[in-house]
């Protein structure tokens, strides 16, 4: 609607909210707006191939529209083609395209329109598609102009790379996987027996592929940025330890008397499992049984129909995603009795038919029917979804409210995509079709999304993943099971709870399992360590510059602060600012350039917080009063704690200094923060003498 603003219903501030869901708009934001303006600027410069690093949920596909309409509406495309790696996305692309660009141009997918896709100016298809039968070559070089990759580091992996690379002209990769983790592998000293060594090969090729050797994308909106800027959520992380898994996680592992047949006969030795073992050698339907419960329990309800929150289970395996299905189902049914017939959580695994469609339908809020006990609210009927991979890199359901890991993750990129799932924000209003009931909804926005981490994974990530060296992690192992067998035999690290042998190499424990430990924790602005991969990576940059690195060490600090300003920030094959470097370092205060490069440097281990710091300046502010004019704080607790919080107001609140400079004191009896019985509790001498010493002692701008 290119004259929105034009309408009654926009030019009406009140009724612009209900004008704007109701025409369906969609505004571009300003970060989707640099993005575009990046590939204009790479194009001036000469470029041709661009990578936008986009976290999940931040409209990598909104952002994709804007520049295909760019491009076709410039002339410097005729066609433009769209390769996914997998059906649903193919779907999921197509339908966003068609919304958002059905009255300037047609979309299409391949593979329904073999013989007319001529008549689009859009054509979405899966890699696979154009591979089978090297299809790919039924096109000419130059029928697409554009060639858009989403998910870039899967859908020109391997074979597909022929495909992308047989189309001549722009190239845009799309990707929400950072890269800064792996900037340290050494690709001439391949280590084939860490795992992470074909996603390190892949990422890096990826960033070659589209033009950015130096590592750098063409444009990168962080989780971090979408956060602090509140278009994402961090989670809720749920830390949750059984017995068991505690065991699996010591250094020592799972400890059992394993009986295995050989020549000589029996011969009994303790073998000891870890995480990696877990429904793979290691089998607990306790465990697994505990799992599911502590999800239910625990797990975030839909603000709406009050019914377990929509939710996806990540397994290890497919034979494990229908253990925990029926699992789910059998506790669903005890727990909500005649409200679910079996169909409470259901299993999407590659092995199930229509599991592809069941992920769109899962988004649509139609999987196995809808409206669970309210007519007039569409929701799924299956409330939990139980994958492998199926549902991680690209799926979007912005009304996810719980994701669980069921299984250790060792990957930092899969685990991005896993924790990426619920990120997004929601109106769960938007479902509701009951005018007089949204009113009555106390808690209609998306605000929080729960992270079950069953085998300490946050914790990994955070404190021991290494994320510049290659690390000896467990291999992934295919082919046949050891053979053997073993018993539970309790002791130290053992079994304590019994358990047993099937002959098949696998052993069972049979004996209960309970919480060691559980604890919540609220990710804030900071984020976790793989999202704050940033902040690092300019510490790493900072310190191998030579000219820096002198001016430091000499002291200079000034002379450092312009040569990074003028040198290093801002730059065509960097990103670095000043703004990013304060948003990256997750501290609710403003931060100067001079004192992250004072913790890069090791002069000071962290940053203080925001009260930290006014605490060490009221302190101050003490000491300075007490030699000045005799005053000791001893003696008037109650009037140190009233200048104390007067001291922190005026020192913060930009609104509140201009009411005591301007001494419009009446404005304190509606004022929020800090009203006028706050006022009257600071003794008459320090009502102003605290302003003086603020404005002449307390650097403010770090408090901005």
């Known amino acids: 609607m290119p004259a929105y603003d034009a309408e009654a219903g926009w030019k009406d501030e009140a009724q612009r909210p209900d004008f704007v869901q109701k025409q369906r708009l969609r505004f571009m934001r300003a970060y989707q707006q640099r993005a575009a303006q990046a590939i204009q600027l790479a194009v001036k410069g000469g470029a041709s191939r661009f990578l936008f690093e986009m976290a999940t949920g931040t409209g990598k596909t909104l952002t994709a529209a804007a520049v295909i309409k760019l491009f076709l509406r410039t002339g410097n495309a005729r066609r433009v083609l769209f390769l996914v790696d997998r059906l649903e996305l193919e779907d999921q692309a197509n339908k966003a395209f068609v919304f958002l660009l059905k009255n300037d141009y047609k979309s299409t997918i391949y593979k329904e329109n073999r013989d007319d896709w001529r008549k689009a100016e859009i054509v979405v298809t899966t890699v696979q598609s154009l591979l089978y039968g090297n299809k790919y070559k039924q096109f000419a070089p130059t029928d697409f102009d554009l060639v858009i990759s989403d998910e870039a580091h899967r859908s020109i992996g391997g074979n597909a790379r022929a495909v992308f690379e047989y189309f001549v002209g722009y190239k845009l990769g799309l990707t929400a996987t950072p890269k800064d983790y792996i900037k340290q592998f050494n690709l001439a000293k391949p280590t084939s027996k860490d795992p992470r060594e074909a996603e390190r090969r892949l990422l890096l090729d990826t960033y070659r592929t589209f033009g950015c050797e130096s590592g750098e994308p063409t444009f990168r909106y962080s989780l971090l940025d979408g956060v602090r800027?509140?278009?994402?959520?961090?989670?809720?992380?749920?830390?949750?330890?059984?017995?068991?898994?505690?065991?699996?996680?010591?250094?020592?592992?799972?400890?059992?008397?394993?009986?295995?047949?050989?020549?000589?006969?029996?011969?009994?030795?303790?073998?000891?499992?870890?995480?990696?073992?877990?429904?793979?050698?290691?089998?607990?339907?306790?465990?697994?049984?505990?799992?599911?419960?502590?999800?239910?329990?625990?797990?975030?309800?839909?603000?709406?129909?009050?019914?377990?929150?929509?939710?996806?289970?990540?397994?290890?395996?497919?034979?494990?995603?229908?253990?925990?299905?029926?699992?789910?189902?059998?506790?669903?049914?005890?727990?909500?009795?005649?409200?679910?017939?079996?169909?409470?959580?259901?299993?999407?695994?590659?092995?199930?038919?229509?599991?592809?469609?069941?992920?769109?339908?899962?988004?649509?809020?139609?999987?196995?029917?809808?409206?669970?006990?309210?007519?007039?609210?569409?929701?799924?009927?299956?409330?939990?979804?139980?994958?492998?991979?199926?549902?991680?890199?690209?799926?979007?359901?912005?009304?996810?409210?719980?994701?669980?890991?069921?299984?250790?993750?060792?990957?930092?990129?899969?685990?991005?995509?896993?924790?990426?799932?619920?990120?997004?924000?929601?109106?769960?209003?938007?479902?509701?079709?009951?005018?007089?009931?949204?009113?009555?909804?106390?808690?209609?926005?998306?605000?929080?999304?729960?992270?079950?981490?069953?085998?300490?994974?946050?914790?990994?990530?955070?404190?021991?993943?290494?994320?510049?060296?290659?690390?000896?992690?467990?291999?992934?192992?295919?082919?046949?099971?050891?053979?053997?067998?073993?018993?539970?035999?309790?002791?130290?690290?053992?079994?304590?709870?019994?358990?047993?042998?099937?002959?098949?190499?696998?052993?069972?424990?049979?004996?209960?399992?309970?919480?060691?430990?559980?604890?919540?924790?609220?990710?804030?602005?900071?984020?976790?360590?793989?999202?704050?991969?940033?902040?690092?990576?300019?510490?790493?940059?900072?310190?191998?510059?030579?000219?820096?690195?002198?001016?430091?060490?000499?002291?200079?600090?000034?002379?450092?602060?312009?040569?990074?300003?003028?040198?290093?920030?801002?730059?065509?094959?960097?990103?670095?600012?000043?703004?990013k470097l304060r948003r990256a370092a997750g501290v609710d205060r403003r931060l100067g350039l001079r004192e992250i490069l004072e913790k890069a440097f090791g002069f000071i281990t962290g940053f203080k917080s925001k009260d930290e710091l006014l605490e060490e300046e009221f302190e101050k502010f003490l000491l300075d009063q007490q030699n000045a004019t005799g005053f000791h704080a001893d003696s008037t607790a109650s009037a140190v704690q009233a200048m104390k919080y007067y001291f922190k107001a005026y020192a913060t609140d930009h609104n509140l200094r201009q009411i005591i400079e301007t001494k419009t004191l009446t404005s304190l009896n509606v004022y929020p923060s800090f009203g006028m019985s706050d006022f009257k509790a600071v003794p008459p001498a320090w009502r102003t003498r605290i302003p003086e010493y603020v404005k002449d002692y307390v650097p403010l701008n770090q408090f901005m």
């Open 229 to 579: 800027e509140g278009f994402l959520i961090n989670p809720l992380v749920v830390d949750a330890r059984t017995e068991v898994t505690t065991q699996l996680l010591s250094d020592e592992g799972y400890a059992a008397v394993v009986v295995s047949d050989t020549e000589q006969g029996e011969q009994t030795s303790e073998q000891r499992f870890k995480q990696k073992s877990f429904e793979k050698k290691f089998f607990s339907k306790p465990t697994n049984e505990l799992f599911c419960k502590t999800l239910l329990q625990h797990g975030l309800r839909d603000p709406i129909s009050a019914e377990f929150g929509k939710t996806i289970v990540f397994a290890v395996s497919q034979a494990h995603a229908a253990k925990l299905t029926q699992i789910l189902n059998e506790q669903a049914d005890a727990m909500f009795p005649g409200r679910y017939q079996s169909d409470f959580a259901v299993q999407v695994t590659s092995s199930i038919p229509d599991a592809q469609q069941f992920t769109i339908n899962f988004t649509n809020n139609n999987l196995l029917g809808s409206a669970n006990g309210l007519p007039t609210y569409k929701t799924s009927k299956a409330r939990v979804c139980v994958t492998v991979g199926m549902m991680t890199t690209g799926y979007d359901c912005p009304d996810l409210l719980n994701l669980a890991l069921m299984r250790p993750v060792f990957s930092p990129s899969e685990f991005v995509q896993i924790k990426g799932r619920g990120t997004r924000k929601h109106d769960f209003r938007e479902q509701l079709q009951d005018e007089a009931l949204k009113n009555q909804v106390s808690a209609p926005h998306k605000a929080a999304y729960k992270l079950f981490d069953f085998f300490a994974t946050c914790e990994y990530f955070e404190e021991t993943f290494n994320y510049d060296e290659v690390l000896k992690l467990p291999r992934v192992t295919a082919g046949k099971p050891d053979t053997g067998g073993g018993t539970g035999t309790g002791g130290e690290g053992g079994d304590t709870g019994g358990g047993g042998d099937t002959g098949d190499g696998h052993y069972h424990h049979t004996g209960a399992d309970a919480i060691t430990a559980q604890e919540e924790t609220q990710i804030g602005f900071q984020g976790m360590r793989v999202d704050r991969m940033f902040f690092e990576k300019f510490e790493d940059t900072v310190k191998a510059d030579p000219v820096v690195a002198k001016q430091v060490s000499d002291g200079q600090w000034d002379q450092a602060i312009d040569y990074i300003s003028t040198e290093l920030f801002d730059k065509p094959n960097e990103y670095f600012n000043l703004d």
